[in-house]
Every structure is written in structure tokens, then in C-alpha cells.
């Protein structure tokens, strides 16, 4: 059986991974798209066979609740903009997929997830690594510590951005830069690979071009405090091209390098043991995870929980920024 699926903005995302991801996967099909964008539609129509009735722009967006060709809606917008159409979604009576980062703020979290849970319909995040095999490995060793207590983790994600786009990324309402971009990485990454949740965060921003980047910041560097005395060091940055995770143990290490581009995810451990599972495509792998918690109706692998605690310490990070102060979560 084969979920009809239909996404919400056909920007780079959806046009160059997830729409041909569609293709590969065994229990989803791609049966509609929502557009701002006219010209479009005749492109993905042809070469994805979509019948004009499953065509939608985002004013009309409310009648996929009578389309029985879709029964997910894929938020695959800017940030700023998810939790005005994963909301929209979610009414339709529709099951919702939606992109990281979560949301701007985690009160639009909770608003995503409040609006899905009154609909009685299933909601994912799109954190893609979580599917992947080799970070799945690194998910079991927070449960079985082959290597002993966790005592460090490190995780850093940057590009070496010489020509930063002028697009919705940069702009501090619509997205927040790269540490909501892909900072989102580096905190699931230390919450999935200790199988904690954060005690404090201190962090704070660094700008070596303030022409360029007005308005996100251009380096973020925080560390955050976990039960049982682990500390995490985190970084994101459009100054450095760099993809690590590193966990450091009583009585040994593991890492993955990079640990968060489509392809070739791979690591090692300091007793020899490599971590190189290969799968051909992460967002097939995803998209089929997700469609089978639905057929089945079991629980997604990324609720929206998880996508919120890190936006919620996506906030502490640029409040500690701002004020100079550890923040406590509770
Ligand atoms: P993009 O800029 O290429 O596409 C965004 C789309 O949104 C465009 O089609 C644009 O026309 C449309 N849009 C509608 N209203 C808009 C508005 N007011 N302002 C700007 N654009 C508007 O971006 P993208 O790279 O496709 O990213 C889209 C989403 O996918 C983001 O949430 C991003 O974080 C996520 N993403 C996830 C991954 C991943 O690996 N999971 C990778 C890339 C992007």
C-alpha cells in the first residue's frame, strides 16, 4: 500500500531530493504539490503525472481535506513559515511531515503539535539522520555504552560560505541562519547521542563579517550541560567548512565525519570498529519510516516533541547570547 503525498512549497528541497526520494520509496507516492509559484505547475505536472485536481496554492491549500489522493502534507517551506501551514495541514484532517527546523519559536511547536494531536493525525520532523543506519548506531551505544560512561560530546556543523544567499536563510524572522539551519543538527546530535536532555546552555555569537551577516549571526558557539556531568561543545558557523561528532567515553571514542550530509556518513571507534552502512538515499529511507508508522499506526521515529526541545534550546543559546548568562531549562 502507497500513501499519497503532497508538498507544501516547491523550492530546491523539494525539487532536487525530495521529490525524486519519492521515487525510491516503496510506500509513499508523490500525488500533489502546493505552489506560489504559476510556472511551475506544468513542469512537476509532467513529470510526476499529477492531475490538475491535486494542484494547490497556498489560499486553497484547505481543500486537500476532500482530495482522497492525499493522506500526508509535506511543510517543505522557510522556517518562518511552518507553523502557519503545518497548522493549515493538520486541519485538513491530514497527516503532516514537516521540515527542520521544527518552527521559528517553540510556542509555534507547541502550536504545530497541539493542532495535529485535535486533528488526530500523525506528525514527523524531518530529521533525516535519525533514519540513517550509522547515527542509528551511535543512538543504540547512548542505550548499551560499549565504551563506558559518555563523558564529552562535540558536535559542529559549518560551510565555508564565501557568497551567503540573499534568501530567506539570512533573514532573521523567515530563518535565523545557520544555527537554526543546521545548529538544529548539532543539538538533536547531542540529545539523540546521549539519550539525555540538556540541563544548560551557554553560548554565544561571533561575526567576522557584520556587512554581510546583518542580521543571523555568522558563528554560534555554545556549550551545553547534561545530567551525570556530560558536557557538549557545540558549533555552527558560514566560516569554517567542517561536519564532526564526537563522543568521548571512560574508556574510549566514537565518531562519525560528517555525520549530517546526504551521503557518505561515516566513522569510526577507537577500538577499530568502522561505521560505514551505506543506504542509497536517507529521505527515501525517511519518508518510507514515516509512511509505515502511519499504515501501521505506530509512533513516528521524530515526533514533534524531539523537533521542539531543540528549538527550545535554539532559543537559550540566543538568549545566553544576548544577556551573556548561563540558561537553565528545566
Ligand atoms: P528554498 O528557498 O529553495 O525553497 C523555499 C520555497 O518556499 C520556495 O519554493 C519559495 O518559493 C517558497 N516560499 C513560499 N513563501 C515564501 C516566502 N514568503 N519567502 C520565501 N520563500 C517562500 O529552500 P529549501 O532549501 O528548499 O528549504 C525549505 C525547507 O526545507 C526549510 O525548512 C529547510 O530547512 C528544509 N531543508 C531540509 C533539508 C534536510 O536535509 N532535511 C535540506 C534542505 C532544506
Excluded at 505547475?41 to 497556498?58: A, S
Excluded at 548499551?144 to 560512561?149: A, E, H, L, R, V
Excluded at 530567506?168 to 539551519?181: P, Q
Aim: aromatic share 8%; charged share 20%; net charge negative.
Amino acid at each position: 500500500e502507497k500513501l499519497g503525498v503532497c508538498l507544501v512549497g516547491l523550492g530546491n528541497y523539494s525539487t532536487t531530493i525530495l521529490a525524486p526520494a519519492l521515487q525510491l520509496t516503496e510506500h509513499c507516492q508523490l500525488t500533489g504539490i502546493v505552489t506560489g509559484s504559476p510556472e511551475k505547475v506544468p513542469v512537476w505536472q509532467e513529470r510526476y503525472d499529477i492531475p490538475d485536481k491535486n494542484v494547490y496554492n497556498y489560499q486553497n491549500m484547505d481543500g486537500i481535506a476532500d482530495n482522497p489522493d492525499i493522506d500526508v502534507i509535506y511543510i517543505v517551506l522557510p522556517t518562518g513559515l511552518h507553523a502557519e501551514y503545518a497548522i493549515k495541514a493538520a486541519n485538513t484532517g491530514k497527516h503532516v511531515w514537516c521540515e527542520k527546523p521544527m518552527a521559528k519559536t517553540a510556542s509555534e511547536c507547541q502550536s504545530i503539535m497541539d493542532a495535529c494531536a485535535k486533528n488526530k493525525v500523525k506528525l514527523s520532523i524531518g530529521y533525516r539522520m535519525q533514519h540513517e543506519p550509522n547515527t542509528q548506531q551511535l543512538i543504540q551505544w547512548a542505550k548499551t555504552k560499549p565504551f563506558g560512561n559518555i563523558e564529552k560530546v562535540k558536535a559542529e556543523v559549518g560551510f565555508n560560505i564565501v557568497n551567503p544567499p540573499n534568501n530567506w536563510r539570512m533573514d532573521a524572522e523567515l530563518g535565523g541562519g545557520l544555527l537554526y539551519d543546521v545548529g538544529v543538527y548539532v543539538i538533536n546530535a547531542m540529545r539523540y547521542t546521549t539519550g539525555l536532555e540538556p540541563i544548560s546552555v551557554n553560548g554565544h555569537h561571533e561575526n567576522t563579517r557584520p556587512e554581510v551577516y546583518k542580521e543571523v549571526p555568522e558563528t554560534s558557539i555554545f556549550e551545553i550541560d547534561f545530567p551525570s556531568g556530560i558536557k557538549a561543545k557545540g558549533k555552527t558557523t558560514a566560516a569554517q567548512s567542517i561536519n564532526i561528532l564526537r563522543i568521548d567515553c571512560e574508556k574510549g571514542w566514537y565518531e562519525l565525519q560528517p555525520f549530517q550530509s546526504y551521503r557518505g556518513v561515516k566513522g569510526k571507534a577507537s577500538n577499530g570498529t568502522l561505521l560505514d552502512t551505506y543506504i542509497e538515499n536517507q529521505q527515501a529511507k525517511q519518508m518510507d519510516d514515516d509512511a509505515l508508522a502511519i499504515l501501521n499506526n505506530t509512533n513516528v521515529l521524530v515526533p514533534g516533541e524531539d523537533g521542539m526541545k531543540d528549538i527550545i534550546i535554539v532559543e537559550a543559546i540566543n538568549e545566553s547570547a544576548k544577556t551573556g548568562r548561563t540558561v537553565k531549562l528545566s
